[in-house]
């Protein structure tokens, strides 16, 4: 064999007894124990951290899939999070593998409701020095995000996480940069991605960032060191710490922390479980409620029927009234009756059953209707059913001899005719002298005084007469003998 053609093979030969390279897009722990399980999360927990949901029952074996798959539009809709990405971009990290991080972050913001109320993103770019590309509050829509995300560029050697941790809660986590403040109970969550051992103390940085409320996840790549991971990440490890064997799988991880951040909408899934209503209440929570006419029972899911009344199946023509749960009767209006259905209802007369509250009169209208009158001699109220009176001369109980004359509503005096006095009862009237002279009966017998007398006693009449005609114009009578001025 030429020795060019041999010398060529044992340059080789180390590369055939290397094992096979993994497969495009799988997955590996470095040790059994060092690497996590990603569980998904649900409400906040203590110290800011949104807190966990139970983990799968297969959490042994590493599964990633595709963003978007398992969870549908209108599923799974992401909580608000003030989002930091803290990303190495020293040395090791070549050009194309810094693409595949930049991918990784922009399908992550994919997956996220962006918005000034909903999710914030920030980036943090890290090797022997620490550059913020820019802060929560510099962009509000995801195509935004994404084109200053492409825009990154790495910087220089040295992995100096700790450092690039501490500018991200000194100068990114403030409400100045565009975090909420502790009142709006948005959780701040960093994520950071290094393939490398941190060159400073990055145990006791990421320990205050906990302590702080920052939740830590931390993805490691290739030559990461797991010992630096479990000291950056938040507790439980096992849902925090992501590891992959190459820059080419990461983007893969996009879809776990679409499932991290999702909250998942039971009542979407059909899953709740609630006999009547399902209400969502946020962050993957919900509670059951019932129709109307129903209340909840012990369980919290099924219903029992506690009002009959209000399920509109009762029947009543007028009025449906509970009786107990379960249970009714039906009632009518005012003025109507119950028929012997004891559903339907029937107009009565209120004049005859008395029941009408008319002081003097009740008038019937039909159909269960009325309305009240008064006497002659009185109105009627505003109230239309009580009576004042009116003419009190009319009433006939005024108590006057000869003449009522009415001075208003309730006011009257009396008067006498022609020839008589009031008498100090002012009631009864007293013949005048005049008249008491005249009907004297001491010279009756004569007939040249009963001549006399008849002719002085006709004269006198006939001026009474003429005197009475006169006052008579002066006064108007009514059909029922009332006198006015």
Same mark, same amino acid.
């Given at each position: 064999?030429?020795?060019?053609?041999?010398?060529?093979?044992?340059?080789?030969?180390?590369?055939?007894?290397?094992?096979?390279?993994?497969?495009?897009?799988?997955?590996?722990?470095?040790?059994?124990?060092?690497?996590?399980?990603?569980?998904?999360?649900?409400?906040?927990?203590?110290?800011?951290?949104?807190?966990?949901?139970?983990?799968?029952?297969?959490?042994?074996?590493?599964?990633?899939?595709?963003?978007?798959?398992?969870?549908?539009?209108?599923?799974?809709?992401?909580?608000?999070?003030?989002?930091?990405?803290?990303?190495?971009?020293?040395?090791? =990290?070549?050009?194309?593998?810094?693409?595949?991080?930049?991918?990784?972050?922009?399908?992550?913001?994919?997956?996220?409701?962006?918005?000034?109320?909903?999710?914030?993103?920030?980036?943090?770019?890290?090797?022997?020095?620490?550059?913020?590309?820019?802060?929560?509050?510099? +962009?509000?829509?995801?195509?935004?995000?994404?084109?200053?995300?492409?825009?990154?560029?790495?910087?220089?050697?040295?992995?100096?996480?700790?450092?690039?941790?501490?500018?991200?809660?000194?100068?990114?986590?403030?409400?100045?940069?565009?975090?909420?403040?502790?009142?709006?109970?948005?959780?701040?969550?960093?994520?950071?991605?290094?393939?490398?051992?941190?060159?400073?103390?990055?145990?006791?940085?990421?320990?205050?960032?906990?302590?702080?409320?920052?939740?830590? +996840?931390?993805?490691?790549?290739?030559?990461?060191?797991?010992?630096?991971?479990?000291?950056?990440?938040?507790?439980?490890?096992?849902?925090?710490?992501?590891?992959?064997?190459? +820059?080419?799988?990461?983007?893969?991880?996009?879809?776990?922390?679409?499932?991290?951040?999702?909250? =998942?909408?039971?009542?979407?899934?059909?899953?709740?479980?609630?006999?009547?209503?399902?209400?969502?209440?946020?962050?993957?929570?919900?509670?059951?409620?019932?129709?109307?006419?129903?209340?909840?029972?012990?369980?919290?899911?099924?219903?029992?029927?506690?009002?009959?009344?209000?399920?509109?199946?009762?029947?009543?023509?007028?009025?449906?009234?509970?009786?107990?749960?379960?249970?009714?009767?039906?009632?009518?209006?005012?003025?109507?009756?119950?028929?012997?259905?004891?559903?339907?209802?029937?107009?009565?007369?209120?004049?005859?059953?008395?029941?009408?509250?008319?002081?003097?009169?009740?008038?019937?209208?039909?159909?269960?209707?009325?309305?009240?009158?008064?006497?002659?001699?009185?109105?009627?109220?505003?109230?239309?059913?009580?009576?004042?009176?009116?003419?009190?001369?009319?009433?006939?109980?005024?108590?006057?001899?000869?003449?009522?004359?009415?001075?208003?509503?309730?006011? +009257?005096?009396?008067?006498?005719?022609?020839?008589?006095?009031?008498?100090?009862?002012?009631?009864?009237?007293?013949?005048?002298?005049?008249?008491?002279?005249?009907?004297?009966?001491?010279?009756?017998?004569?007939?040249?005084?009963?001549?006399?007398?008849?002719?002085?006693?006709?004269?006198?009449?006939?001026?009474?007469?003429?005197?009475?005609?006169?006052?008579?114009?002066?006064?108007?009578?009514?059909?029922?003998?009332?006198?006015?001025?």
């Amino acid at each position: 064999m030429p020795r060019h053609l041999l010398r060529s093979l044992l340059l080789l030969l180390p590369l055939l007894l290397l094992p096979p390279p993994a497969a495009p897009g799988s997955l590996a722990r470095r040790s059994p124990a060092a690497l996590p399980w990603s569980r998904r999360l649900g409400t906040r927990g203590p110290a800011g951290s949104p807190g966990r949901r139970p983990a799968p029952t297969d959490a042994p074996s590493l599964r990633v899939s595709e963003p978007g798959g398992a969870r549908g539009a209108g599923v799974c809709k992401s909580r608000p999070l003030d989002l930091v990405f803290i990303i190495d971009s020293s040395r090791s =990290v070549r050009p194309l593998e810094f693409t595949k991080v930049k991918t990784f972050v922009s399908q992550i913001i994919d997956t996220l409701d962006i918005g000034e109320a909903d999710t914030r993103v920030a980036v943090v770019n890290y090797a022997s020095t620490v550059k913020i590309e820019f802060n929560l509050q510099a +962009y509000s829509d995801k195509q935004s995000l994404k084109q200053a995300v492409a825009r990154i560029t790495p910087l220089s050697t040295g992995t100096m996480s700790g450092l690039a941790i501490q500018t991200a809660m000194d100068e990114v986590y403030t409400v100045e940069a565009g975090a909420r403040g502790s009142n709006s109970n948005i959780p701040k969550v960093a994520i950071i991605v290094t393939d490398g051992r941190p060159q400073d103390q990055v145990n006791e940085v990421a320990a205050r960032a906990r302590a702080s409320g920052i939740e830590l +996840y931390a993805v490691g790549v290739d030559r990461a060191d797991m010992e630096s991971l479990k000291m950056m990440a938040s507790e439980p490890l096992d849902d925090h710490i992501f590891y992959v064997e190459t +820059y080419g799988v990461i983007e893969k991880l996009s879809s776990r922390f679409q499932e991290t951040f999702c909250a =998942v909408d039971a009542c979407v899934l059909g899953t709740h479980q609630c006999q009547h209503v399902c209400i969502s209440d946020g962050e993957g929570k919900h509670h059951c409620e019932c129709s109307q006419g129903y209340a909840l029972n012990a369980d919290k899911k099924t219903c029992s029927a506690v009002d009959k009344c209000a399920l509109n199946t009762h029947g009543c023509e007028h009025i449906c009234v509970n009786d107990r749960p379960g249970s009714y009767h039906c009632e009518c209006y005012e003025g109507y009756t119950l028929n012997e259905d004891r559903k339907t209802c029937s107009a009565q007369d209120k004049c005859a059953s008395g029941t009408h509250g008319c002081q003097h009169i009740c008038v019937s209208d039909g159909a269960g209707s009325h309305h009240c009158e008064c006497y002659e001699g009185y109105t009627l109220n505003e109230d239309k059913k009580t009576c004042s009176v009116h003419n009190k001369c009319a009433l006939g109980t005024h108590g006057c001899q000869h003449i009522c004359v009415s001075d208003g509503a309730e006011s +009257y005096h009396c008067d006498c005719h022609p020839g008589y006095t009031l008498n100090e009862d002012k009631k009864t009237c007293s013949a005048t002298q005049e008249v008491r002279r005249l009907i004297s009966t001491a010279d009756a017998c004569g007939c040249e005084v009963t001549l006399a007398f008849q002719e002085k006693v006709s004269s006198y009449l006939q001026r009474l007469n003429t005197k009475l005609d006169n006052i008579l114009k002066k006064l108007q009578v009514n059909e029922y003998g009332q006198v006015h001025r």
